[in-house]
């Protein structure tokens, strides 16, 4: 293949790709975020859980955030329509998050 069909392959893939951003007709791709947190403990991952499982999303529609605990992982999935949005939930997740880890600092290990 010589250079000049590669360019060209290029140059077709970008239109299509600025297409498919710009074009009306697309349904709205989701976007989504992954986070896994590693405690020391499953009971830490677990305490964790429970301070954050309360706090849902203020807006009632375009995003969705799900929390589970597996052994000593904290697991975050986001979920939204728009990237403002998404990055507004998960700052504010990482907020509550180091208020949780600070927390548990302070006042120790979890007795069991």
Do not use: C, Y
Request: aromatic share 4%; charged share 25%.
């Amino acid at each position: 293949m010589s250079l000049k069909s590669i360019s060209a392959n290029m140059l077709k893939k970008k239109k299509k790709m600025a297409e498919d951003v710009s074009g009306n007709n697309h349904a709205q791709q989701m976007l989504g975020f992954n986070l896994d947190v590693p405690f020391p403990s499953e009971r830490e991952a677990s305490i964790a859980l429970n301070s954050l499982s309360p706090d849902r999303e203020p807006r009632k529609g375009g995003i969705t955030k799900e929390l589970v605990a597996v052994g000593n992982v904290l697991s975050v999935r986001w979920t939204a329509d728009e990237a403002r949005v998404l990055r507004v939930s998960v700052g504010s997740f990482l907020d509550h998050l180091a208020l949780v880890l600070e927390t548990m600092e302070a006042f120790g290990p979890p007795i069991s």
